[in-house]
């Protein structure tokens, strides 16, 4: 039975004070809280900072990136043993951040997906559309390619335990969340594509939501029943906002 993820993307933002103060206001906040999974992808240099602060913890550890190889002469990468080394389970992948501004393509996104999957860590494989290829009525089919890239070399089995995050490029940041109609939708084609291949393992892959999450919006996008929590950027770098997300993740993992 799959359970709902809330993992908080503080992309390039954070500070040693700032990542001492916020996990701890989150430990507050989310103390006793069950039947939601949570995470943080703090930068890479806090990563070891925040595994401290969050032992004992429900909290899990993330990061934002991984390189595709395990070693060697790769000036200023973090390979995913390095990753394990320090604690982290969940690694976002595919980020368009990533594919736009570092123009990662789907194949060296799925090179990275299958690193994880040999290190023992979860992907949280990133795809979506942009504005201009929502506009033109593409959204199912960049979903698919992006999705393909992975099952295509790796094959459905590779999606076991793992994580999507369906985040349209044009919700990102820019106060103007999917409805969640309009995000229940792709995730139902995103499900049902992987069914294609093999249902047992469509039925239990968690697929966040993400792209302006916050504590207003997130209750009626948890109501979904493709929306499995969700990856939250800007709102995780509030302590209450980022709480009161999970909280509505639970309450809507209890409710149904
Ligand atoms: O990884 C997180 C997403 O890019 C969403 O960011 P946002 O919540 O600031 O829109």
């Given at each position: 039975?799959?359970?709902?993820?809330?993992?908080?993307?503080?992309?390039?933002?954070?500070?040693?004070?700032?990542?001492?103060?916020?996990?701890?206001?989150?430990?507050?906040?989310?103390?006793?809280?069950?039947?939601?999974?949570?995470?943080?992808?703090?930068?890479?240099?806090?990563?070891?900072?925040?595994?401290?602060?969050?032992?004992?913890?429900?909290?899990?550890?993330?990061?934002?990136?991984?390189?595709?190889?395990?070693?060697?002469?790769?000036?200023?990468?973090?390979?995913?043993?390095?990753?394990?080394?320090?604690?982290?389970?969940?690694?976002?992948?595919?980020?368009?951040?990533?594919?736009?501004?570092?123009?990662?393509?789907?194949?060296?996104?799925?090179?990275?997906?299958?690193?994880?999957?040999?290190?023992?860590?979860?992907?949280?494989?990133c795809i979506?559309?942009?504005?201009?290829?929502?506009?033109?009525?593409?959204?199912?089919?960049?979903?698919?390619?992006?999705?393909?890239?992975?099952?295509?070399?790796?094959?459905?089995?590779?999606?076991?335990?793992?994580?999507?995050?369906?985040?349209?490029?044009?919700?990102?940041?820019?106060?103007?969340?999917a409805t969640?109609?309009?995000?229940?939708?792709?995730?139902?084609?995103?499900?049902?594509?992987?069914?294609?291949?093999?249902?047992?393992?469509?039925?239990?892959?968690?697929?966040?939501?993400?792209?302006?999450?916050?504590?207003k919006n997130?209750?009626?996008?948890?109501?979904?029943?493709?929306?499995?929590?969700?990856?939250?950027?800007?709102?995780?770098?509030?302590?209450?906002?980022?709480?009161?997300?999970?909280?509505?993740?639970?309450?809507?993992?209890?409710?149904?």
């Amino acid at each position: 039975m799959r359970h709902p993820l809330v993992m908080g993307n503080w992309k390039l933002n954070g500070s040693k004070h700032m990542t001492g103060e916020l996990i701890a206001g989150l430990r507050k906040a989310l103390s006793g809280i069950e039947g939601c999974g949570v995470a943080i992808a703090p930068p890479v240099i806090y990563l070891d900072q925040a595994r401290h602060a969050i032992s004992g913890s429900h909290i899990a550890l993330g990061a934002q990136n991984v390189d595709i190889n395990l070693s060697g002469a790769f000036t200023g990468e973090v390979s995913a043993d390095m990753l394990k080394d320090i604690g982290a389970k969940y690694i976002i992948i595919g980020h368009s951040e990533r594919r736009t501004y570092h123009k990662e393509s789907d194949e060296l996104i799925a090179k990275k997906f299958a690193v994880l999957k040999q290190t023992g860590l979860t992907p949280v494989l990133c795809i979506g559309e942009t504005d201009a290829e929502n506009e033109a009525g593409k959204t199912e089919e960049v979903c698919a390619r992006q999705i393909d890239a992975v099952l295509n070399t790796l094959g459905a089995e590779a999606f076991r335990d793992t994580v999507i995050a369906y985040e349209p490029v044009w919700a990102i940041g820019t106060g103007k969340s999917a409805t969640p109609a309009q995000a229940q939708a792709v995730h139902k084609f995103i499900r049902q594509h992987i069914a294609k291949k093999d249902a047992a393992i469509a039925g239990q892959v968690i697929i966040q939501y993400g792209g302006s999450v916050n504590d207003k919006n997130a209750a009626e996008l948890f109501t979904q029943p493709d929306i499995d929590g969700a990856l939250v950027g800007g709102a995780s770098l509030k302590a209450d906002a980022f709480a009161a997300i999970v909280n509505a993740a639970a309450a809507a993992k209890k409710a149904g």
